[in-house]
C-alpha cells in the first residue's frame, strides 16, 4: 500500500463469532496499543513505519490461558513518488566510445533519503548510486530500470523502461561543390553526419607537409564552409563534454590556381630528335624565381622535380610524346598554375646520311663533288668528311673500314658544309669518302653513310683492267675473266660488292699469276671493278652488270676516244631476233632495227648517255656509254675515277 493510505485488518475466529473471545494485533512480534483489545478490528493510517509482518492473537475471556495464532500478513508501505531514468544528454543514439551519464530521478522526493536501486538487460548491472557513468560500447545496449527505497520495506515502484541503442562510432561524409579553387575564387565544402543537429563540425587541412595540420574551423555549428586555400580537407564531428569525436571522413584534396603562367620550351630546339641524342625539357613560370617552386610533369613522364628543368640522356623513342608542366608554390603544394601548352617531342632512329657524287661517271681530269644529305639539313647539322680506307682481308665476307678525319673539321667550320669536292691531282690510288653530321652539346653524330670510291690513275696507268666477253653486261652462270695488265705481280681485282658475302654472288677462281680473276655469277648485280696495287696505285675502272633475264646490251666497258666509231649490240641469252630491235638513249627510241646493232660512226660528246635495247616486249638493263676527249686535247693531269658504291644504282641483288 502506498503512504497515507487507511488500512483496516480483521482478526476472524474461524468457529464464528464468540463475544467471549478479545483480540490483541501484533506487529514484527510486538504488542499494537489499539483502542480496544475486545475489538477484532484494526485500523491504520499508514506511514513509513509501518510497514512490515502483522498477525492477531485471541484470547478466550473464560480461560485466558487459551489462546489462537493467526496467519501472518506482510505489509508494504510503498511511498507514492515517480521514479525515472534519466540519461545525461536526450540524443537519438549513442555511439561505442562515449561517455554517458544516467540518473535515477524520484520526482516529489529530497535525494538525501533515498537508497537506489538498478535492473538491466546487460551482463554487468550497475551500482546502487543515483546516478551511473558508462563508456558506451556495443555491449553496454540494453534496457535500464531503476526505483528509489526510504527502508527495507518502502520504495517507489519501479520506473519506465529506459532503452539505451549504442552504435559504431559514424564517419561523417564531406563534399565539394567544385574540387578546382580558380583565381580569385573559392570552393564550398559539406561534412554530413548522421543526426545532424547533435553535432559540432571541425575542420583540418594538410598543407603538403604530412606533419603539418592546420584547424581550418573548430566547433562550428554549420556543417558548411567556405574555402580559398588549396588543400587536403577533412572533418569530424563532435558532441558532448569532455567532448566525443566520430571518426575522420574521407580526404578531398583542392587544388588552387594561382595567375602564374606555365610554359615548355626544349633546348636544342629541334623538329626531329633522334634516338641517343641528348636534350632538357624546360619549364618557365611567369612573375616568379624559380626557388619558388617545384615542377611538375605530365606524361610521358609523370614526376615532380625540384628543378625547372628535365634532362634527357640517351633519348630513345619511349621519349616520344607530348610534354606540359605546371609550378606547385613550395611553400603550399596544393597552389598551383595551370598546366602549360603541350610541347610535342618525336624521337627518331639515328638517320643514316646519304652520299652522293656529281658527275655521276667521270670524264677523264674532272673533279668528283660528294654531297652529304640527311634528314631535316637544316636543324643544327655540321658535316664532318673522312676517308674511308678498305681492307680487304684474304677470303674475308666483310669489309672492314679505317676512317681518318679530313682538315679537323671539329675545330673549325672548313669542310663542315653539306658538300666536298675532290680533285683529281695528287690521287694516286683508291680512296673511299664517307660523311657523318654531327649536332649539339655533348655532340651527337649521325651514322656513317655508305662509302663512296674515287680512284685516279694518270694518262697512262701502270695497270689496264680488261674484260672478256669485252662487254659491260652479262648473262647470269657466264663465266666472266678480268685481266689486270701491267708489270707488277702484285695486282688484284678489287669491288665494293665484298661488303656482302660475295661467295654466295659468285664462284671465283683465280689465276696463279694472281691479277687474272675468273668468276661466275648466279645472281643479278652491278658492280664497279678495278685492279690494285700496294706499289703501283691503280688501274681504271670498269663497270660490269650481270642479268638474270634475257636480253642484254652489248657496249664497251672503257670510253670511248672521241672521233672513233662505235657498235652497240643487241643480244638473246638463245636464239634468234624474230622481229625488231629498239634501241634507247635516255629513255627515248633513236633507232629501230632488224640487225640488233647500233652504229655511232664518229663518237662525239653528245652521244654520252644511258643505252638500253627492246625486243618482243623484253628490255635490257642500261648502261653508260662515255666518250672522252682526244689525246691531244687532254692535259697531263690525274684522271680521277668515281667507284660508286654500285655506281649506277645501288647494288642490286635479288634473291
Known sequence: LFLG?????????????????????????????????????????????????????????????????????????????????ALQHDWSQIYSGE??????????????????????????????????????????????????????????????TCHLRVSDKPRPTVRADKRLI???????????????????????????????????????????????????????????????????????????????????????????????????????????????????????????????EYRIVDASESSSGNYRCLGRNKQDLYSSTEWSDITTVTVSAAPTPVLTVSPSWLSPGASVTLSCEVEHPSAGWRFYWYK????????????????????????????????LTVSPEGQKQTAGFTCRAGRGNPKYFTDYSEPKFVWSAVSHPAASLSVSPDREQHFTSESVTLNCGGNSTEWRVMTPSRIYAWSSLYSYSEKVNGFTTEMIAYRPSTAVYWCESES?????????????????????????????????????????????????????????????????????????GFYRCEHSGKAS??????????SSSLPESLIIGLVVGFLLTVLLVIV
Open 5 to 85: 493510505e487507511s488500512v483496516t485488518f480483521t482478526c476472524n475466529m474461524t468457529a464464528g463469532y464468540d463475544s467471549n473471545w478479545s483480540y490483541v494485533f501484533h506487529r514484527n512480534g510486538q504488542h499494537i496499543v489499539s483502542k480496544s483489545d475486545v475489538s477484532k478490528f484494526l485500523q491504520l493510517d499508514l506511514t513509513t513505519d509501518l510497514s512490515g509482518r502483522y498477525q492477531c492473537s485471541a484470547y478466550h475471556k473464560d480461560s485466558p490461558g487459551f489462546i489462537k495464532q493467526s496467519n501472518n500478513i506482510t505489509l508494504s508501505v510503498a511511498v507514492s513518488n515517480q521514479a525515472n531514468v
Open 99 to 160: 561517455a554517458i551519464s544516467m540518473s535515477c530521478e524520484i520526482k516529489g522526493g529530497g535525494n538525501s533519503k533515498w537508497e537506489y536501486e538498478w535492473r538491466t538487460t546487460t551482463s554487468k548491472p550497475p551500482s546502487r548510486e543515483r546516478t551511473v557513468h558508462i563508456r558506451a560500447s556495443v555491449f553496454s545496449s540494453g534496457d535500464f530500470w531503476c526505483r528509489g527505497r526510504a527502508d527495507p520495506f518502502s520504495s517507489t515502484e519501479w520506473s519506465q
Open 182 to 308: 580558380p583565381v580569385g575564387g573559392n570552393v564550398t565544402l559539406t561534412c554530413s553526419v548522421d543526426n545532424p543537429t547533435e553535432w559540432k563540425y571541425y575542420w583540418f587541412r594538410h598543407t603538403g607537409n604530412i606533419s603539418e595540420v592546420q584547424t581550418v574551423d573548430e566547433g562550428k555549428s554549420e556543417n558548411v564552409i567556405s574555402i580559398s586555400q588549396g588543400g587536403v580537407y577533412y572533418c569530424q564531428g563532435g558532441r558532448g563534454s569532455p567532448v566525443f569525436f566520430t571518426e575522420e571522413s574521407h580526404r578531398i584534396t583542392i587544388e588552387k590556381r594561382v595567375s602564374n603562367m606555365a610554359s615548355v620550351s626544349l633546348r636544342p630546339d629541334w623538329p626531329v630528335i633522334y634516338s641517343g641524342e641528348t636534350i632538357t625539357v624546360r619549364c618557365e613560370i611567369s612573375g616568379g624565381r624559380n626557388n619558388e617552386w617545384v615542377y611538375e610533369w605530365s606524361k610521358p613522364i609523370s614526376d615532380t622535380l625540384p628543378t625547372n
Open 388 to 419: 674511308a680506307v678498305p681492307d680487304f682481308r684474304e677470303h674475308s665476307v666483310q669489309i672492314r673500314w679505317s676512317y681518318s678525319l679530313i682538315n679537323d673539321s671539329f675545330n673549325n667550320n672548313r669542310n663542315s658544309a653539306a658538300s
Open 536 to 608: 703501283e696505285g691503280c688501274s681504271n675502272a670498269v663497270n660490269i652488270t650481270i642479268h638474270d633475264g634475257d636480253l642484254i646490251l652489248v657496249s664497251p666497258v672503257h670510253p670511248v676516244n672521241e672521233g672513233d666509231p662505235v657498235t652497240l649490240g643487241c643480244e638473246l641469252r638463245t636464239g634468234n631476233f624474230t622481229s625488231t630491235v629498239g634501241f634507247y638513249k635516255n629513255d627515248k627510241l633513236i633507232q629501230n632495227t632488224v640487225r640488233g646493232e647500233l652504229s655511232i660512226p664518229a663518237a662525239s660528246a653528245s652521244d654520252e
Open 621 to 630: 638493263p642500261q648502261s653508260w656509254v662515255a666518250v672522252k676527249a682526244s
